[in-house]
């Protein structure tokens, strides 16, 4: 069981360009969320989705998209990086909601955006 | 929206029993209360979830009081390994709402 994977772990990005970051977990986990850790602060949480093909706002949405084609794939992409988004991305799923159960959270991606 | 407060840091030293009490006055009668723990450089791990009274596993224990509005992690015995940041957060299972939000979190730091 590998758990929760997150590819790449490093990225440094120009302004304007464009990623994807792909999550990908294999305990058949229902819900899957994104989110961004800044230095020295907690995690806010981007999108989140409660099922194959379903996608959903959190608390910082704009600038990102996400799609859950199959359950166990969850990819957070960046149209239009900016210097703003430079932060570490961590992926996390739970089989129900994550406020009432756990969620296990992959290794980060760590974003550059100059 | 049901928020946290936790005190930014706290300090201890090895062997020591460490408390650290959040408060979430808002908290709703669905709401359960979960504490995770992060090391630098990686993702936040699940430590300990209860609903009311105490709760209490390999690794700590949850008292939360009976009207809810506050809850404490303990660590009996803390160790070098147990510096991180720890987060309390609060949330529901109902799947119309997501409500989960993490806030900054309380540093611990445990000296020798």
């Known amino acids: 069981n590998a758990g929760v994977t997150q590819t790449p772990k490093f990225r440094v990005l120009k302004t304007g360009q464009s990623m994807t970051l792909l999550c990908a977990q294999d305990m058949n986990h229902e819900y899957m969320y994104w989110y961004r850790q800044d230095p020295g602060m907690g995690l806010r949480l981007i999108h989140y989705s409660v099922g194959e093909g379903t996608t959903a706002k959190g608390e910082v949405p704009d600038g990102y998209n996400v799609s859950r084609l199959k359950k166990q794939n969850f990819l957070l992409g960046l149209e239009s990086a900016a210097p703003s988004q430079t932060s570490v991305y961590f992926c996390a799923s739970s089989s129900s909601s994550g406020g009432a159960d756990e969620q296990f959270f992959g290794p980060g991606t760590r974003l550059t955006v100059l | 929206l049901a928020k946290t407060t936790q005190p930014i840091s706290m300090d201890s030293y090895e062997g020591q029993e460490v408390n650290i009490t959040c408060s979430h006055n808002n908290i709703a009668t669905n709401d359960y209360i979960t504490w995770y723990q992060q090391f630098p450089s990686q993702g936040p791990r699940f430590i300990i979830q209860g609903y009311k009274t105490k709760v209490t596993n390999e690794v700590a224990s949850l008292f939360i009081p009976a009207d809810r509005k506050s809850s404490t992690l303990s660590l009996p015995r803390v160790s070098l390994s147990d510096t991180a940041v720890y987060y309390c957060?609060?949330?529901?299972?109902?799947?119309?709402?997501?409500?989960?939000?993490f806030g900054a979190g309380t540093r611990l730091f445990v000296k020798a």
């Open positions: 957060l609060v949330g529901d299972s109902n799947t119309g709402g997501f409500k989960t939000i």
